[in-house]
């Protein structure tokens, strides 16, 4: 890793009376109630709300365009410049902010599981419950780690900050910059606690690639037998539920490196979607949320103190936060071997993909270049229904490098390690958004269970018409109709229309790679 030197600033910040280094999570849940940020819910766990943006800002992020990374980052709407002399200059504004206030947080820790290719982090926060997230998330020092942290990356964050666009060279009054030269995340104007966390995700995509390690954004299981699985896909796929299973030894449910021996968990806690949440329907979820867990934007009855996880009148993303080792059966360290399984996790609100097909070599590198899915409400700004979109490698929003950098790794990593491949729909079934409905969950689980058993190997399976799929026509537990989704339709025709219109999306979205084999675009896409 790039060993970093904090600039004067922020070393001048952190000398402060008013700093508060590495508080335990009791000063700290104490610290979030005493100072009103958050209320203490029946069950232990800080409950806070984010205001208006109840989910990640990606208009509003930016990477700082200076000499070091400017021909490495691959720049567009994702990834947008910023100057070096508006980084600075509201860098220097947000630092005197924060040294006026009365109370500040730091937290130092690690981003990355593998101790010989972590990342030094520490996180500097105006809130005790937002540097409590990041305790939680990110991996905690031992004391003798403690005493010898330094530093290769930073974040100062502060989310009462509002920038002033028309002097600050900003969209809105929310910005989340990311300089990779001063080794600073800078996050003010938005509560959202996310921001951090996918910032370092940002980060670590940025510097692993350069160790041949391929960072993922994917949760990961372990079986008994020492058979390791991946789960692939946006916010509200099923990573963390999936990947939660009792049967298996949970290694992360978000972020992972890929490296020549094998996957590591990027951070140290979980970060549950949890509307809707039960026991019965995700119960090691259910039971991480304790004392010091974080639940951002849930609604909790104010006499009981009790979380209605069914309400999502905040919001329908509302979120848990939690240490790892909150979840009973977990691989520790947060170390395993090589992927046997890869499953690519799309929730279709065209309702027309197959629960679950096998992918060959070339569909897998299709489907992972393509990250199909549909942005569930909540997760981003503006974003309140079901909404289709692309997100190359089911993780474009945190990816500075070119796509394909991602992609063949992955593709190394295949043939290298002989890996079998799913595509997993969690999304509708009988018809589009607002006609069918959400695949049940214990369909998913049936069918991911049989692909993770080695089940679905051998097993037979017929061709869908429009994608070129292979769905298995018989899964133990699960309807003969549900596995060919033209089936579930009660209109077979309206199937076809609608199934051709989402192939005709992909075929579009594939022509931005075009320097992409021709062997994956004739081989893994649609074929019709």
Not at 54 to 73: A, C, F, L
Not at 100 to 106: A, G, Q, S, T, Y
Not at 360 to 379: C, D, R, V
């Amino acid at each position: 890793m790039i060993s970093a030197r904090i600039n004067d600033e922020l070393k001048g910040l952190l000398s402060g009376d008013n700093i508060h280094v590495q508080l335990s999570v009791p000063q700290l849940v104490e610290k979030a109630t005493e100072r009103g940020e958050a209320i203490l819910t029946a069950d232990g766990a800080v409950r806070a709300q984010t205001g208006k943006y109840t989910g990640r800002s990606p208009k509003d992020r930016y990477i700082v365009e200076e000499p070091s990374s400017k021909d490495k980052i691959d720049w567009g709407a994702v990834n947008r410049p910023i100057s070096s002399e508006i980084f600075e200059a509201l860098y220097a504004k947000v630092v005197n902010y924060l040294s006026e206030k009365d109370e500040l947080f730091v937290f130092k820790g690690f981003a990355g599981a593998d101790e010989k290719t972590r990342l030094s982090i520490q996180v500097v926060n105006e809130y005790a419950w937002h540097n409590l997230f990041v305790h939680q998330l990110f991996i905690r020092p031992n004391a003798d780690e403690l005493a010898t942290h330094e530093a290769q990356f930073s974040i100062v964050s502060a989310p009462t900050f509002k920038a002033d666009p028309a002097v600050d060279g900003t969209d809105s009054e929310t910005f989340i910059i990311v300089n990779m030269e001063k080794r600073i995340v800078l996050i003010g104007g938005t509560e959202y606690a996310g921001e951090m966390k996918k910032s370092i995700f940002s980060v670590m995509n940025y510097l692993l690639p350069e160790e041949g390690i391929m960072p993922m954004h994917c949760s990961a299981n372990v079986g008994e037998d020492g058979d390791v699985a991946l789960f692939f896909g946006l916010s509200g796929t099923g990573k963390t539920t999936l990947s939660a299973d009792a049967d298996r030894k949970l290694i992360g449910d978000d972020e992972h490196g890929w490296s020549n021996e094998g996957v590591f968990n990027i951070e140290g806690g979980c970060y549950a979607k949890c509307i809707d949440l039960s026991a019965e329907k995700e119960p090691e979820i259910h039971g991480a949320i304790r004392f010091g867990s974080v639940l951002e934007n849930v609604v909790v009855d104010e006499a009981t103190r009790i979380p209605d996880y069914a309400d999502g009148s905040l919001t329908e993303n509302t979120r848990a936060a939690y240490p790892i080792h909150y979840i009973d059966n977990i691989v520790t360290p947060s170390i395993a071997g090589h992927p046997n399984t890869i499953i690519f996790l799309t929730a279709d609100a065209f309702g027309v993909l197959p629960p679950i097909s096998k992918l060959t070599k070339e569909q897998a590198m299709y489907h992972f270049l393509s990250g199909f899915t549909s942005k569930l409400a909540g997760t981003e700004r503006g974003i309140t229904s079901p909404e289709a979109t692309f997100s190359t490698c089911f993780g474009s929003p945190f990816l500075p490098l070119h796509a394909t950098v991602y992609a063949e790794m992955l593709g190394e990593k295949i043939d290298e390690h002989n890996a079998q491949v799913f595509l997993v729909n969690t999304g509708w079934t009988g018809g589009a958004y607002g006609v069918g409905n959400r695949m049940e969950l214990k369909y998913t689980r049936a069918m991911v269970r049989a692909a993770l058993a080695g089940q679905l190997d051998d097993v037979e399976t017929e061709t869908n018409a429009v994608f070129g799929l292979q769905m298995p026509t018989t899964i133990e537990g699960v309807p003969t109709e549900v596995l060919n989704p033209r089936n579930a339709w009660a209109d077979k025709s309206a199937y076809d229309v609608k199934a051709k219109e989402l192939a005709q999306l992909f075929h579009d979205n594939f022509k931005k790679f075009g320097e992409v084999s021709k062997d994956i675009i004739s081989k893994g896409g649609p074929i019709a």
